[in-house]
């Protein structure tokens, strides 16, 4: 089963299509029980905030293992991590690791390189992701790179760049496409006249609601291209891909 965990702190990243602050989100992200019964837990520390501003989140994590024999955590923020943030979730893997009760994952999340500054103000750099996401692999944490929201204004060559760079990194993909709000700024000044959308249910939100949903075609074509050819694995979603890693024996 998953689970979203609430941030105590709003993020300060600001990326533009966030659904962090929509209030659709906020309604029917966090109302769900914990499941039991089930073996195992996949944890999202972050989807709606900052993982690395909140405290005491490893011993909250620590202590699903009372309940669940197997806690896999799943961490992807575009903010920059302190070394205590680091320090932590390095140890945080290592405990899982040794108990033989999961493991941490990384992912780095990217949704463009030419428009960071426009679209993503107070996030990492393009550089300092690749650097950030090269530490949680030098000690021992399976890195993803997740593409995801892909942009309808960003090209099919932008990604598979990045797809390139990463392929030092991870030979694991997300990719998945954009969810608008139709009162935000960025749907009138990015997508409103330009891109039509579609309806689509939110599956792994507790109560699956219908959002408007844009899949950039060509550019997610192009990208499933250029991974195919390099035999880099692609997945729909982060659970997909852990449901992967998993049967694959990584985390037990
Ligand atoms: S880093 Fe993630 S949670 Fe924060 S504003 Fe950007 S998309 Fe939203």
Do not use: H
């Not at 070394?83 to 899982?96: I, Q, T, V």
């Not at 990217?110 to 996030?123: A, D, K, L, W």
């Amino acid at each position: 089963m998953r689970k979203l965990c609430p941030a105590q702190l709003p993020c300060s990243a600001g990326c533009k299509y966030c659904f962090s602050t929509w209030s659709n989100y906020q309604k029917s992200a966090f109302n769900e029980d914990i499941e039991l019964g089930s073996k195992s837990i996949l944890i999202y520390p972050c989807c709606d905030g900052d993982y690395f501003m909140q405290s005491g989140m490893n011993e909250t994590i620590k202590r699903y293992s009372e309940k669940f024999k197997y806690i896999y955590v799943s961490i992807s923020s575009k903010i920059e991590p302190s070394k205590e943030s680091l320090k932590s979730l390095f140890s945080l893997n290592e405990w899982l690791l040794s108990t033989g009760c999961g493991m941490v994952k990384y992912a780095s999340s990217i949704s463009t390189v030419s428009m960071i500054n426009e679209i993503e103000p107070n996030t990492m750099s393009y550089e300092k992701r690749y650097e950030i996401a090269s530490k949680f692999k030098e000690n021992g944490i399976t890195v993803s790179l997740t593409l995801k929201p892909v942009m309808p204004f960003i090209s099919g060559e932008e990604y598979c760049s990045i797809v390139e760079k990463y392929s030092e990194l991870t030979k694991y993909v997300v990719i998945g496409g954009l969810y608008v709000n139709k009162d935000t700024d960025f749907y009138r000044s990015y997508i409103m006249s330009q891109y039509d959308t579609i309806k689509r249910r939110v599956s792994w939100l507790p109560n699956k609601p219908l959002w408007d949903y844009l899949e950039p075609r060509e550019q997610m074509e192009q990208i499933k291209e250029y991974c195919f050819s390099r035999s880099i694995s692609l997945f729909e979603s982060d659970n997909l891909l852990f449901e992967y890693l998993v049967k694959g024996g990584i985390g037990k």
